[in-house]
């Protein structure tokens, strides 16, 4: 079934769309404080697409990263009885324990982290906003930590180019089902261990 060299090849092609970097500026700003889609799945296809602009692509998407992560931040900070409810509906509530307890653990270092880890940055956000960590370490630790990660995206499939795509697109049907199996033994090994 193609189901995933269709939707990769959609991917692509919205990648290229002159509006593209508005939607990924879009993208990244939302997910740093509440929309669950993270700005990756716009930025490797762009930067493959397109690798001559990678560079411009991963500043743009940290800059809205950061941007949205402070608006998650002041989520936190002023409105947190407003949102808690939304963190245990939509299942991260238990993420956002694991995050305050990383912040109590590491304090500046955890929202460094926050940018590689499996938690999403916006619970880091919206917790640093709870705990009142200090603002300007905060967007430092911001800048360095979603800078990394969205350069180094950027930077591999620029590094890629067209014969990357070219072999992404062939084998896209084989690593989309290979993860899903991935994904369910995890699912099942967990649920076995627990």
Aim: aromatic share 20%; net charge positive.
């Amino acid at each position: 079934m193609k189901l995933f060299s269709s939707l990769y090849g959609r991917a692509m092609e919205w990648s290229r769309h002159p509006r593209a970097p508005w939607y990924l500026g879009a993208l990244s700003f939302a997910e740093s404080s509440f929309f669950p889609v993270p700005p990756d799945v716009m930025l490797a296809p762009m930067s493959l697409g397109q690798p001559k602009k990678a560079w411009r692509f991963a500043l743009l998407t940290t800059l809205a990263s950061v941007a949205g992560g402070i608006l998650g931040y002041l989520i936190g900070w002023l409105a947190f009885d407003l949102v808690s409810g939304w963190l245990q509906q939509a299942g991260y509530y238990e993420k956002y324990l694991t995050a305050r307890h990383w912040f109590e653990e590491w304090g500046f270092w955890a929202i460094f982290v926050a940018g590689f880890s499996p938690i999403p940055y916006k619970v880091f956000t919206i917790t640093a906003g709870v705990i009142s960590m200090s603002f300007l370490p905060f967007v430092l630790a911001s800048f360095i930590g979603r800078g990394a990660r969205f350069f180094l995206v950027a930077g591999l499939m620029a590094w890629g180019g067209k014969p990357m795509e070219e072999r992404l697109h062939r084998y896209m049907d084989w690593i989309g089902w290979g993860l899903v199996v991935v994904v369910v033994l995890g699912i099942l090994f967990y649920r076995m261990g627990s």
